[in-house]
Nanobody
Framework: QLQLVESGGGLVQPGGSLRLSCAVS???????IGWFRQAPGKEREGVSC????????YYADSVKGRFTISRDNAKNTVYLQMNSLKPEDTAVYYCAADIMATMGEVTGCIFNDYWGQGTQVTVSS
């Protein structure tokens, strides 16, 4: 069973950058990792995810070209580098793990197994 702990959220001006971290503990198998976000009154949406099998990365159209997901296996940590932030990016960001997630350009990132508690990202002038 995994535990996921997000960090790195905060307040940033439009156009600024943040790097979120997802620390994974209790790792025994290769899990797919994803980043999700949820704004008040809206459904949780997939932002980006990375495959454990081949390292493929997927991004929502709204963040493509601005966000980058990466993984440091030695530290058991997954990062989400967020550049050119917009007010629309304001949300609670969650990381998730799934032994076999669904991910792709059409389906997006679909995770069911494990979730972190979230970290707040606020983009405002």
């Amino acid at each position: 069973q995994l535990q996921l702990v997000e960090s790195g959220g905060g307040l940033v001006q439009p156009g600024g950058s943040l790097r979120l971290s997802c620390a994974v503990s209790g790792f025994t198998l290769d899990y797919d990792i994803g980043w999700f976000r949820q704004a008040p009154g809206k459904e949780r949406e997939g932002v980006s995810c990375i495959s454990s099998s081949d390292g493929s990365r997927y991004y929502a159209d709204s963040v493509k070209g601005r966000f980058t997901i990466s993984r440091d296996n030695a530290k058991n940590t997954v990062y989400l580098q967020m550049n050119s932030l917009k007010p629309e990016d304001t949300a609670v960001y969650y990381c998730a793990a799934d032994i076999m997630a669904t991910m792709g350009e059409v389906t997006g990132c679909i995770f069911n197994d494990y979730w972190g508690q979230g970290t707040q990202v606020t983009v405002s002038s």
